[in-house]
């Protein structure tokens, strides 16, 4: 009597758990390497920026220069914290160049063909706008602001400005510039993606120039030299996006 084969085992397409926890902990551990590259450089700069941080502040009061205003700390810890306060934004200016890139890497295996210009043009075009915002604030609208501030306090009321209130403030503006001056590319992603065609936004240009001119007197003092110092530039970088939104979507029109 012949024994009883068993019949041979059906293989299954199916993914156990073991081998989805094997596909995602590579890119687990890739992500995780990363982050620490990005702790690693911004730890640094803040070391580095607290070690100068009396000359970065020097530079940060110099738009106060031509007022004679002179700060003053309220606190014996105010000046220290102060100091930590301008290394921890110090620290992040300097990281996010490297920031944008370790992202780009990260992503850049799951993007389409199409994506990759755009994406390596956008790692530039971040961190490059950002600063160049920050730089255009400390520059330009720094002044006025605090010229404003000036000229509505001049009265009977003694001023006294405390130093770390002036970094605080003038960290806010910058960032307020900084972070207006993404839009560009997040228009641009729009266009690229389809959600928005060059032509409507054309269309409604006159709405976004409004939008453009109130967020400026927003973030500005109520004087129109502050407000036209801030609306110009973000109005000239939505007509330079839509531009070359025009000319990224006729290029993929002709490559279907």
């Known amino acids: ?49 607290f070690i100068f941080s009396s000359e970065i502040a020097d530079f940060l009061t110099e738009p106060l220069a031509a007022f004679g205003v002179r700060l003053y700390t309220f606190a014996p810890a105010e000046k220290f914290m102060a100091y930590l306060h301008l290394s921890v934004w110090t620290g992040v200016l300097f990281t996010l160049p490297v920031l944008c890139l370790e992202a780009a890497l ?44 000036l000229f509505f306090g001049a009265d009977d009321i003694a001023q006294l400005w405390g130093f770390r209130e002036y970094l605080s403030l003038l960290f806010d503006i910058m960032l307020a510039a900084g972070l207006l001056l993404q839009a560009p590319i997040i228009l641009l992603a729009l266009m690229l993606t389809g959600v928005v065609t060059p032509q409507g936004v054309a269309r409604r240009r006159s709405y976004i120039i409004l939008g453009i001119f109130t967020l400026s007197a927003i973030l500005t003092p109520p004087d129109v030299i502050s407000q036209v110092a801030l609306g110009v530039p973000l109005y000239l970088l939505f007509e330079a996006t839509l531009v070359a939104g025009r000319l990224f979507t006729k290029k993929s029109a002709k490559k279907e």
């Open 1 to 49: 009597m012949t024994p009883i084969q068993k019949p041979p085992a059906i293989p299954t397409n199916k993914v156990g758990a073991d081998d989805e926890d094997n596909v995602w902990l590579p890119h687990i551990e890739e992500l995780r390497r990363r982050i620490i590259v990005v702790l690693l450089v911004f730890s640094a700069a803040t070391v580095g920026a």
């Open 106 to 149: 990260f992503l850049w295996p799951g993007l389409r063909g199409g994506e990759h210009a755009f994406a390596a043009a956008a790692l530039f075009a971040a961190p490059a706008l950002f600063i160049f915002g920050a730089c255009l604030c400390y520059r330009l609208l720094a002044p006025l602001v605090f010229g404003f501030f």
